[in-house]
């Protein structure tokens, strides 16, 4: 029997991989697409990949109940993925209603629908090491204290809870995958790797001559969405729901990333980033750290691309789409 997947957030870079790793593993995809006044845009990342004719979409959003209900009683899905949300951290003070109505409650609707209509169907949660915040220990597990710095985490923080308390009330295989950051060439352009990557790309072609950046001394975990979006399908190939950290175990600046993206192009970072306040945030969070033992244990799951490996494929993809575009 064909296993059927319902993605929210399959436009975006995690929802991208994750269609084509479901696939290959011979699923029918279906996917819940927010229509945009942009038509026709939506789907690059899925076009990006040569998948976007082989994945269902179906309109609807996580802030609109009645649409989720209707999708799940027409699609019948055995695994659902909850991906969508507002996700850009910075822009969560400045939308906190919005990132609350979608990034936490978004989630109960869609643990609702799933409830009514498909209760035997299993159930992932993006959840974040953002709700790590101000970390309560040098490296972030299962069982660390969280501690939310921004509206976004705080929602993420209510989406694990509501997802944890919907496993422990109605008995649903409801898993929470606490994902560190997780990069790739389908990256948000507000989001720093990508934001560095696609400067650096500008920079050596000659079209830009600065990159202006908030606190470079913050750390992160930084993955592969690639590798990130497996973990995600492993937690609901599990016999027991559960909850997992998922990240690489290594911490870098964002000085050093910045660093590797410039060198990989034979350029000095410090001859074009600028420090520009326009970019701090309210508050902080100033390193993560993750530990993924659980995660390697009972998965079987390990990263299989290193920072260095993710930037320069990040620059390279860059450097390519925009001489491609300078073409066109
Ligand atoms: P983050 O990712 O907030 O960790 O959340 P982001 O790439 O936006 O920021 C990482 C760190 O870089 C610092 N920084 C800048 N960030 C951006 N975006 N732009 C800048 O110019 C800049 N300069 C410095 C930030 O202050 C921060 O410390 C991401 C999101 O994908 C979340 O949705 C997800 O839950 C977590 O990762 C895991």
């Known amino acids: 029997m064909t296993k059927r997947a319902l993605i929210t957030g399959i436009t975006g870079q995690d929802g991208a991989y994750l269609s084509q790793w479901l696939l290959g593993k011979g699923y029918e995809v ?45 699609t019948g899905p055995d695994e659902i993925y909850n991906l969508a949300a507002q996700s850009f951290v910075a822009s969560s ?4 209603v919005l990132t609350a109505n979608i990034t936490a409650v978004g989630v109960t609707n869609m643990l609702e629908a799933m409830r009514i209509e498909a209760p035997r169907a299993r159930f992932y949660q993006a959840s974040s090491s953002e709700m790590f915040g101000l970390i309560q220990e040098p490296m972030q597990r299962e069982t660390t204290p969280f501690y939310p710095r921004s509206p976004y985490a705080a929602a993420k923080l209510y989406g694990h809870w509501i997802t ?63 590798d990130y979006v497996r973990a995600m399908w492993l937690m609901l190939q599990q016999e027991k729901p559960d909850d997992y950290v998922v990240a690489t175990g290594v911490t870098t600046t964002v000085r050093d990333m910045c660093r590797i993206a410039f060198g990989h192009v034979g350029l000095e970072m410090e001859k074009y980033v600028v420090i520009d306040p326009a970019f701090y945030r309210p508050a902080e969070v100033d390193v993560l750290l993750g530990d993924a033992t659980k995660a390697r244990a009972r998965l079987g799951w390990a990263p299989e691309t290193d920072l260095n490996a993710l930037i320069t494929e990040m620059v390279d993809a860059d450097v390519e789409r925009i001489k491609r575009e300078a073409r066109c």
């Open 30 to 74: 279906h996917g819940v697409i927010r229509r945009s006044s942009h038509r026709g845009v939506e789907d690059h990342r899925l076009r990006w990949l040569g998948i976007a004719d082989k994945v269902h979409l179906h309109d609807g959003d996580l802030g609109d109940l009645s649409s989720l209900l209707r999708i799940v009683q027409d």
């Open 93 to 96: 003070w400045r939308q906190p």
């Open 164 to 226: 944890v308390n919907y496993r422990e009330s109605f008995g649903l295989h409801a898993s929470s995958g606490i994902l560190f950051n997780h990069e790739s060439p389908l990256r948000g352009i507000e989001f720093v790797t990508r934001k560095v990557s696609d400067a650096v790309a500008r920079i050596k072609l000659g079209l830009s001559r600065e990159l202006r950046l908030g606190n470079i001394d913050a750390k992160r975990d930084w993955g592969h969405a690639r």
